[in-house]
């Protein structure tokens, strides 16, 4: 059944608003995955903050100009999905995890902000440290130091004594 004019304009609508609020935008080719790999897809990519739609390439290449991602729009051939996602480096692994599991998606490419990225380059991206994980290594580093400090606090008296002594004779 036919799309009407609305239906088109409705699609393109809420396709260019994820493009405009997306940092990263993915294209991947999806022929052949079932409905239950779908529904896996879209839950990993969900768990991560991404968004995961299928549209019609003439729309898609419509909805992407006057955004960031424009240059993607030679990436709509076939039958393709637009992953989108403010954090570059989730929505990467989960496709990346996904497509080494299932051979049916293939990722063709995609743009993070203007750059435009091919498929070697998502991989890449996927290796990289989430922004959750960078996280967890900064409050780690910042609570190292307020650790060591409450030892030295703990320890006993002539343990102090020589701390304090040597901080002394440095300066």
């Known amino acids: 059944m036919p799309m009407t004019r609305a239906q088109k304009q409705s699609s393109i609508e809420s396709v260019n608003a994820t493009l405009k609020a997306a940092e990263i935008a993915l294209v991947v080719h999806n022929n052949g995955l079932t409905v239950s790999q779908m529904s896996a897809l879209r ?3 969900r768990a991560v903050g991404a968004e995961f739609k299928i549209s019609k390439n003439r729309l898609s290449k419509l909805a ?3 955004t960031k991602f ?3 729009s030679d990436l709509f051939t076939g039958p393709t999905a637009l992953a989108t996602s403010a954090d570059p480096v989730s929505v990467s692994k989960s496709l990346v995890d996904f ?7 293939v990722i063709i490419g ?9 498929a070697k380059d998502v991989e890449t991206l996927a290796k990289l440290p989430s ?3 960078l996280r967890a290594k900064i409050v ?6 307020a ?3 409450a030892c030295v606090l703990q320890a006993p008296g002539s343990q102090v004594a020589r701390v304090i002594s040597a901080h002394a004779t440095k300066g």
């Not at 497509?99 to 998606?105: F, G, S, V």
């Not at 995609?110 to 091919?118: N, R, W």
């Open 147 to 149: 650790t060591r400090i």
């Open 131 to 133: 922004l959750n994980e």
């Open 64 to 66: 992407a100009k006057d």
């Open 43 to 45: 839950a990993d990519l």
């Open 110 to 118: 995609g743009a993070f902000g203007s750059q435009k990225l091919a």
């Open 70 to 72: 424009e240059g993607i």
């Open 140 to 145: 780690g580093m910042l609570q190292t130091p």
């Open 99 to 105: 497509a080494k599991t299932n051979d049916k998606l």
